[in-house]
């Protein structure tokens, strides 16, 4: 296909995702405001100028998610990639789950778990329904409906904003000199999808992947399963204790884990992360904006954490992750910041 047909197309595509978004959470909340009127939210609505504002910063992601793909950084499929079978699957599941999320929001319900789950052993700040999610991340269901529920949320740009830390952690994989065979690692991988993204852009190299949740990392093997190459490695574990030896990654990424960690856990996911790269090893981390840099979108990051439950987005949005970058160690911290997401760019010091 000529570039500038597949680049009508994809453009296209995201346009259907941002409208098929808008429309389900349009029509959602008016439903819940005649069945379930929530009692506790105080969200202040957003002016035009802010709205117009996102809407440019939108254009501009999926523009450099194109620049992307043209230079090379990874196939120009990806850009089309979508689970439609999950989605013809699951989005009935993803609207009558509504009416439990919008009980527990008026309960101010955010610790309910089936009762057939074990939450024995987990850190206590991971019991939570975050997003008011049944059974938080501790079920198969769950695990089924995250990807739909987070592409509605961001009508259709997670994964564009997932492949922002393709291009640095490749840029720096190369210029430390490491070869296609890397070893690369994403902390708190969820369904898989960066690792999904990961692989087409970096064929050769051996991945990993961890994560707390069972369930969510039976999903993200199915996922990986489904598609061709190299099943990356996954393991349950806490990226406060990532079970690998020293310098053992030459790479490592983390996509939308800090805003739902403590801020103690976040340092100790940023040490952890500096442990186990090698000398010259490049991180990159994703996760939403902060008030620090984007000021601008203020009342978005208020409104957030009040409609989905995120009992630590609020701290999260003042936290000096590059200070707590260059605490552990790592050095040329630098920031991008795409649409709802910032990333943090950074390298662990070449031995002595
Ligand atoms: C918002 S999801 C992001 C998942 C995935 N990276 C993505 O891009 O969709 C947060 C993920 O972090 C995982 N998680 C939370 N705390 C963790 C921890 N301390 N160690 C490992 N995984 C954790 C959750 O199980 C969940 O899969």
Partial sequence: MPDTITKLAYQAFQQGKSYFGLAHKTVSTQ???????????????MDLKVLQMLQQRMSALLETDWQDAEAGVYPKELLFDNPWDDFFRFYPLVCLDLPKIWDRLNKRDYQTFADDIDTTGYPQYYLQNFHHQTDGYLSDMSANLYDLQVEILFNGTADPMRRRVLAPLKQGLAEAGFGAGAKVLDVACGTGRTLSML????????????DLSPTYLRKANENLMAKPGVLPQLIQANGENLPFVDDYFEGAVSV????????????????????VVKPGGTVVLCDSIQRLDSPE?????????????EPYYRHYTTDDLNQRLSDAGFEAVSNQVHFMSKYWVCRKPAAV
Wanted: proline share 12%; charged share 15%.
């Fill in 31 to 45: 439903v819940m405001q005649t069945v379930s009127p929530p009692r506790h939210l105080q969200t202040s609505p």
């Fill in 199 to 210: 692989r087409d852009a970096l064929p050769k190299a051996s991945l990993y992947g961890v």
């Fill in 256 to 275: 939308f884990l800090f805003h739902e960690l403590p801020p103690a856990a976040r340092q100790n996911v940023i040490n952890e992360m500096y442990r």
């Fill in 297 to 309: 979108f203020e009342v978005a990051m208020e409104n957030f954490p009040q409609m989905f439950h």
